[in-house]
């Protein structure tokens, strides 16, 4: 598929599929006249990458960690970063709870 396709696919722009593919952490190859065109898995390739981003891995911790889901295998470094990274949301979540529920209890004092 051509990259607006995919695109619209993915539900992200035509810039951060570039982006993505200057990173490392996407590949398309090349029509004789230059058209990028992606295999079906990109899509889920894009969502993926789409998910790491928001949960606050930077490109190169994703680009570290591709290389694991295509080959279906963890390694000890991997599974490390990945419990690094699942600590670092946990105290995330936890702040964000903490924030909720300063808010709730502001919101539950009475009018003046």
């Not at 490109?59 to 963890?74: E, H, M, Q």
């Amino acid at each position: 598929m051509r990259i607006g396709e995919l695109a619209r696919r993915a539900h992200v722009s035509v810039r951060a599929l570039r982006y993505y593919e200057e990173q490392g952490l996407l590949a398309s190859r090349r029509s004789p006249s230059g058209q990028r065109h992606y295999a079906e898995p990109a899509v889920d390739r894009v969502q993926l990458i789409r998910h790491l981003y928001a949960a606050g891995l930077t490109s190169r911790t994703i680009a570290g960690l591709l290389p694991c889901v295509d080959a279906r295998v963890s390694t000890p470094e991997s599974r490390a970063r990945l419990a690094a990274e699942r600590d670092r949301i946990d105290a995330q979540i936890a702040g964000l709870t903490q924030a909720r529920n300063r808010l709730d209890a502001l919101a539950a004092v009475p009018e003046s």
